[in-house]
């Protein structure tokens, strides 16, 4: 079977083989790029930057060159995948968070100096709802929750399966998700953004992406 998140991994492998410093988002799509990085023999060479504890544990097993972000350095380049992409005329959004990152994902996304972002066509949209993650400090959960309700959305707190109680990020705080209509995201996210207890939300807009590469079986474009 065509193994579209390896072909992405590829697509983008000419572009990280002289950057030093490499900084790597969340999920499986990052994880089959760190397969093939090491496949090509270029993650021991590398310095390596992650946006959580999950990206770290795997990178460890094949280097020691992780390094903490406390340190200063700056990405050279930024690889992530989404969880949609909002390609509607004027809009062209990203929404992440589905492996709970966004947070560090943002973090990166702006601080680095070239953003990658690499996904799937089946995560394009155009226009329909779609459901964007909120990360809260768990002091404010309830007053939050109460004050999105109070303005037509309607958060579902992001629990672990099988357990009980919320998932907690690596930063110690709680998602929620709410589903949204996908018009002026980012006008929303501000204004989610403004809520005191929210720390951050999985609406990623134009500032915080260079080149979105999307793929399927018939091939691979650049955005
Ligand atoms: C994690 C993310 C991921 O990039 C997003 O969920 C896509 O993941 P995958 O590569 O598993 O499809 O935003 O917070």
Redesign the pocket.
């Known amino acids: 079977m065509y193994d579209t ?1 390896k072909a992405l991994a590829e697509y983008v492998l000419p572009m990280l083989r002289d950057k030093k410093i490499i900084g790597l ?7 089959k790029l760190v397969e093939v990085l090491q496949n090509a023999n270029l993650l021991h060479n590398k310095i390596i930057i992650t ?2 504890v999950d990206t770290d544990l795997l990178v460890s097993r094949y280097t020691q060159n992780v390094l903490s972000p406390l340190t200063g350095a700056i990405p050279e380049i930024y690889i ?4 949609f992409f909002l390609n509607s005329g004027d809009e062209k959004i990203l929404v ?7 947070l560090r ?1 943002k973090i990166l996304s702006f601080f680095s100096t070239e953003r990658i972002f690499i ?1 799937e066509k089946s ?1 394009v949209i155009s226009k329909r709802d779609v459901l964007v ?1 909120i990360e809260i400090a768990p002091f404010a959960l309830s007053f939050v929750v109460s004050k999105l309700r109070s303005s037509g959305l309607n958060p579902t707190l992001r629990e672990s399966n099988g357990k009980m109680g919320p998932i907690v990020t690596d930063n110690g705080n709680v998602l929620v998700d709410v589903s949204v209509e996908t018009s002026n995201l980012c006008a929303l996210e501000r204004e989610i953004k403004s809520i005191p207890g929210v720390i951050e939300t ?1 609406i990623f807009c134009e500032k915080l992406y260079d080149m979105i590469v999307i793929a399927d079986e018939g091939g691979t474009i650049e955005i």
């Open positions: 998140k988002g969340t999920g499986k799509t990052v994880r946006s959580s992530d995948s989404f969880d992440k968070g589905g492996g709970g990152a966004l994902e996904g995560k993650p999985g």
